[in-house]
């Protein structure tokens, strides 16, 4: 779309982000503070996610607001990095005031890491009251192998021996006053392509690594039912804006940011992905429902190039940047 500016996510003012990793465990977090509280949807596309207080966003919740929002690895282990994230609030002073304390509504989606590294690795209550405080005090959002994309690969079709390295990736635009990005945690099941050219730039690798196969016809070669599919996936996605939306409308607005990941990942929303997307609004300019869903689309499938582009080659997989040249296509 013309008349796009791209800003750093960094910019959009309302939240802040803070991430902590564990490099030597392939493990880390992602999180989302707002001090105030921030209206927020979320649309769960994937058949496996590993989530906590998802239904504080269902629009008929009394919850209007939450203070933070928290992508990590672990899997389901991952899911107590919550309790650190919340002590780190309430300290603060910041959450819902109730009589004898104050609650910080904190949600969290997590990613399947537990294969590149150590299986017993996962955020804690320590990473994420840490993570918390970065993005209090020092806010640290970089892309790549940070944060809840330490331990990220992609095109696991074939299984880790043959996937690639991805981590997290962010992209934000304005149009006019209207400001709108993503961060996106690439952990896919499917190959990655760019959106722009339909390129493939990252997923299941030959055997001999030295190209690219296709995580769609390896599917195909097989028509009957698997049992115990390779559930080590999941890639997870927060859309933030400026703009003022109710609740109700954010669900819808993440609903429409799932084009983004259908039009950069194939398979994608499988049974053994969690594919998860937390809209959130951080502001009160006026703007329209349906360009704002259109916008966000585009922004989420620019950050998962962006987390593929700036991850490293990590625990013997290989990342886009490290692949023969004749693979590597500009991005």
């Known amino acids: 779309m013309k008349d796009l500016r791209e800003i ?22 992602t999180v989302f503070v707002s ?13 496996g996610p590993a989530s906590r207080e998802p239904l504080l966003l269902d629009p008929l919740m009394a919850a209007q607001q939450v203070h933070a929002v928290v992508l ?34 904190v949600v969290q989606s997590d990613l399947f890491d537990l294969t590149v590294a150590d299986p017993m690795a996962r955020p804690d209550a320590a990473m994420g009251y840490e993570a918390a405080r970065l993005a209090l005090d020092a806010p640290n959002y970089r892309d790549g192998n940070n944060g809840a994309g330490c331990g990220a690969t992609v095109g696991k079709t074939g299984g880790m021996e043959r996937c690639m390295k991805a981590g997290i990736g962010s992209y934000a635009v304005e149009i006019g006053s209207i400001q709108v990005g993503a961060v996106v945690a690439v952990n896919a099941y499917g190959d990655i392509f760019d959106w722009k050219t339909g390129e493939k730039v990252a997923g299941v690798l030959t055997e001999d690594k030295t190209g690219f196969d296709s995580a769609e016809d390896m599917m195909l070669q097989n028509l009957k039912p698997i049992e115990n599919r390779f559930v080590e996936n999941t890639t997870l996605g927060v859309v933030i804006t400026n703009a003022a939306f109710r609740k109700d409308q954010l ?42 869903g259109t916008v966000a689309a585009q922004v989420v499938s620019e950050a998962i190039l962006r987390a593929v582009k700036n991850a490293d080659s990590a625990y013997g997989i290989p990342a886009w940047k490290d692949l023969p040249e004749q693979l590597r296509k500009p991005l």
């Not at 001090?35 to 058949?47: P, Q």
């Not at 282990?77 to 304390?101: N, W, Y």
């Open 8 to 29: 750093s996510i960094m910019e959009i003012a309302g939240i802040r982000i803070g991430q902590m990793e564990d490099r030597e465990k392939g493990t880390g977090i």
């Open 35 to 47: 001090e105030t509280g921030m209206r927020a949807g979320l649309d769960v596309r994937g058949g």
């Open 72 to 105: 990590a690895g672990g899997s389901a282990f991952g899911l107590g990095a919550s309790d650190g994230v919340m002590d780190c609030l309430r300290e603060r002073g910041i959450g819902l005031e109730v009589a004898v304390t104050r609650v910080p509504l």
């Open 251 to 292: 669900c819808k607005i993440a609903g429409m940011a799932h084009d983004g990941y259908a039009r950069s990942i194939r398979p994608v929303h499988t049974s053994v992905d969690g594919d998860s997307i937390y809209a959130l609004s951080v502001g009160e300019k006026a703007a329209d429902m349906d360009l704002v």
